[in-house]
């Protein structure tokens, strides 16, 4: 029997202990994945630290993190044909799973809004020390549940970056599909991290006429105009000045602004940078307790639309697909990753703690 290893976060802020279980064989209508590439998305980081999410009521460690990554199917579970679009499978198809799975009996899930279910939240954090073992993608297999989604990566699509496609690439498509980002529109965007440059060329190719991005670090400003930012704003100047520049950018304010910052204190900002009329779009700031003062009266009478989002729709992942295939060669992807091996698992955490690279990768299988 095949043994693979699990990095195990036992406790909060600790470093990671590697564990070694037998692979275990699927279960009918699962399939058992190789990990190939795991990428450390900011959610990872929140659970590594303890500030767990308020949805997922607590959280039980020891857990596995790792969730943004992409797959090598190992074994194939009875009745499990294709993948979740009919596209055969067989040992060897390279994947991304869809990170979570709806409960398919609440109101959200028979409204077809599985992202959004309660219950689907807490289906990520699966129990570490309990079989199957290999829960998350810090590991060197996963097992796809029975009736999870799963999309056979195109042959074209580097592993590289098909490694974003289940999180943050699929996360930045379905939110400005669910904002309503129109051809022609103004965008703003808060933080530059891995997901901010992915907003900016998604933002971009959805014909966006302008896209602003604020940062305060200078190195990540210059990546997002690598990603097709048209104006860069540096947080470390001064707050009205920054305001009336993007408001003079973007002609009068943004249509659109994206909060992925990571802190509500950037959304108490961000609304400074909105048209009358326009739509803002939270995703980053996920700690929960966190808290900004506001006025609701300004969304109020500017017409103000607030919509938070969280995952993706399942047919996310063919949009992200299809972006990249389009686009892999007009946007440096690969300026985003930085690569660590799997047995630096902790370097890469503690990298990816201090945000020294947009997207700290870890490198567990080679293709
Ligand atoms: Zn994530
Ligand atoms: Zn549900």
């Not at 202990?17 to 190789?34: A, H, K, L, S, T």
């Not at 109101?107 to 290999?134: I, M, N, T």
């Not at 940062?215 to 690598?226: I, K, M, Q, T």
């Amino acid at each position: 029997m095949k043994k693979g290893r699990v990095a195990v976060l036992y406790e909060v802020g600790k470093p990671l202990e590697f564990r070694e279980y037998q692979v275990p064989d699927p279960q009918d209508g699962e399939v058992v994945i190789e990990c190939l590439r795991t990428n450390i998305c900011g959610s990872d980081i929140h659970m590594f630290k303890g500030e767990a999410f308020s949805a997922f009521g607590g959280l039980f460690y020891p857990i596995v993190l790792g969730h943004e990554f992409v797959g090598r199917v190992f074994k194939i579970g009875k009745g499990v044909k294709t993948d979740s679009l009919g596209n055969p499978i067989s040992e060897g198809t390279i994947v991304s799973p869809v990170y979570y799975k709806g409960c398919g009996s609440c109101h959200l899930c028979s409204d077809g809004r599985e992202y959004a279910c309660f219950r689907s939240l807490l289906s990520v954090l699966r129990e570490a020390e309990k079989p199957p073992y290999f829960v998350g993608a810090f590991s060197e297999f996963y097992v796809i549940r029975a009736g999870q989604k799963f999309y056979a990566v195109p042959s074209d699509i580097p592993v590289k970056y098909a490694s974003a496609v289940n999180c943050a690439l699929s996360q930045v498509i379905f939110g400005l599909n669910q904002i309503g980002l129109r051809y022609g529109e103004s965008v703003v965007i808060q933080g530059a991290g891995g997901l901010g440059l992915l907003a900016t060329a998604v933002a971009k190719d959805m014909g966006a006429s302008k896209v602003v991005v604020v940062d305060s670090v200078e190195n990540r400003l210059g990546l997002a105009r690598d990603f097709g930012a048209d104006y860069t704003v540096n947080l470390n100047g001064d707050f009205r000045e920054r305001v009336s520049k993007i408001k003079e950018v973007t002609g009068g304010g943004a249509d659109v602004v994206v909060e992925l910052a990571g802190t509500p204190i950037a959304i108490k900002e961000g609304m400074k940078y909105i048209k009358r009329g326009g739509r803002y779009l939270v995703m980053g700031a996920v700690n929960p307790k966190q808290k900004f003062d506001a006025d609701p009266s300004v969304w109020i009478g500017e017409n103000i639309t607030i919509k938070g989002v969280s995952l993706y729709s399942s047919h996310s992942i063919v949009m992200a697909y299809n972006f990249i295939q389009r686009n892999k060669d007009k946007f440096p992807f690969d300026k985003i990753f930085a690569v660590f091996e799997f047995e630096k698992v902790n370097e890469a955490i503690s990298s990816a703690v201090e945000k020294k690279y947009p997207r700290v990768q870890i490198l567990i299988n080679d293709t």
